[in-house]
């Protein structure tokens, strides 16, 4: 099991990783798995105590946080910047 600390409203770290992300445990879920740490789960803790546990750091790495106007926050696929530009090229093409 992992233990991640919040150490502000929009960083967090683990095992030596540093993220800095408007949602910043799924960020970090994300960079552990890059980094090729094994999926298991993970408490977060801010001030000491527990705030949050993920069951799995590879489905949270897969999720992020989607609102609008419309709608209140919730869960979605994650996808990258990189991958929505390249969608984005291949329909206009």
């Not at 069951?55 to 910047?81: C, N, W």
């Amino acid at each position: 099991m992992i233990t991640a600390t919040l150490t502000g409203d929009d960083t967090a770290e683990a095992l030596g990783i540093t993220v800095t992300h408007r949602t910043p445990v799924l960020a970090l879920c994300r960079k552990l798995e890059e980094a090729g740490h094994a999926d298991q789960p993970m408490t977060v803790l801010r001030d000491g105590k527990p705030v949050l546990n993920v069951s799995s750091i590879h489905g949270a790495a897969k999720r992020t946080v989607i609102e609008t106007d419309k709608l209140s926050a919730r869960f979605g696929k994650f996808v990258p910047f990189v991958r929505f530009f390249e969608e984005q090229a291949e329909v206009a093409a």
